[in-house]
T-cell receptor, first 113, second 116 residues
Framework: AQSVTQLDSQVPVFEEAPVELRCNYSSSVSVYLFWYVQYPNQGLQLLLKYLSGSTLVKGINGFEAEFNKSQTSFHLRKPSVHISDTAEYFC???????????FGAGTTVTVRA | GAVVSQHPSRVICKSGTSVKIECRSLDFQATTMFWYRQFPKQSLMLMATSNEGSKATYEQGVEKDKFLINHASLTLSTLTVTSAHPEDSSFYIC????????????FGPGTRLTVL
């Protein structure tokens, strides 16, 4: 079975500053990796995903993430955040042969002016 | 594309009543749908996986007689919370996977259930 650890529960950041959200996973088999964003009282929206190929993945809203197999990490970055990026961010993993997603505990990003 | 809807978005019910939540994939056929539960300030917990035309597979600790799941068609799954109690109050989110979805799930907007 796979598991996901999001190392930061809360990340406060000033507007236009960069942000990095850390995610580590464990699995004995090949995995797919995802980052989702959740705004208050809403469902989840996919930011980006890693299935195979290039380890640097670009997503929506200026986010990108890098898959590092040796460190079993999939950290999310944005070079310059906006107030509208204030939300909850979830890292998720699924084994290639299984549709089930395992989610991390989430990281709350609060962007201040 | 890949839109998933849920109905209702919010529901308040009395203790002991049953509540049905619908999850629909609007522009694709979903062979597999998932039901999650999310407590405040917490992550999503998978409750069950449903495949069209077959019985749902429940996660450990989830009462299948309490949370009835029906996946009657390739675009509709329902979750019925039977004999609801205040501890069932939560945010319920469904997701759907298309047949060639590479494990990707598309999420509904969620249903806020409050049991009085």
């Amino acid at each position: 079975a796979q598991s996901v650890t999001q190392l930061d529960s809360q990340v406060p950041v000033f507007e236009e500053a960069p942000v990095e959200l850390r995610c580590n996973y464990s699995s004995s088999v090949s995995v797919y990796l995802f980052w989702y964003v959740q705004y208050p009282n809403q469902g989840l929206q996919l930011l980006l995903k890693y299935l195979s190929g290039s380890t640097l993945v670009k997503g929506i809203n200026g986010f990108e993430a890098e898959f590092n197999k040796s460190q079993t990490s999939f950290h999310l970055r944005k070079p310059s955040v906006h107030i509208s990026d204030t939300a909850e961010y979830f890292c998720a993993v699924s084994e290639v042969a299984d549709y089930k997603l395992s989610f991390g505990a989430g990281t709350t990003v609060t962007v201040r002016a | 594309g890949a839109v998933v809807s849920q109905h209702p978005s919010r529901v308040i019910c009395k203790s002991g009543t049953s509540v049905k939540i619908e999850c629909r994939s609007l522009d694709f056929q979903a062979t597999t749908m998932f039901w999650y539960r999310q407590f405040p300030k917490q992550s999503l917990m998978l409750m069950a996986t449903s495949n069209e035309g077959s019985k749902a597979t429940y996660e450990q600790g989830v009462e299948k007689d309490k949370f009835l799941i029906n996946h009657a068609s390739l675009t509709l799954s329902t979750l019925t919370v039977t004999s609801a109690h205040p501890e069932d109050s939560s945010f319920y989110i469904c997701s759907a996977s298309p047949p060639s979805g590479m494990n990707e799930q598309f999420f509904g907007p969620g249903t806020r259930l409050t049991v009085l």
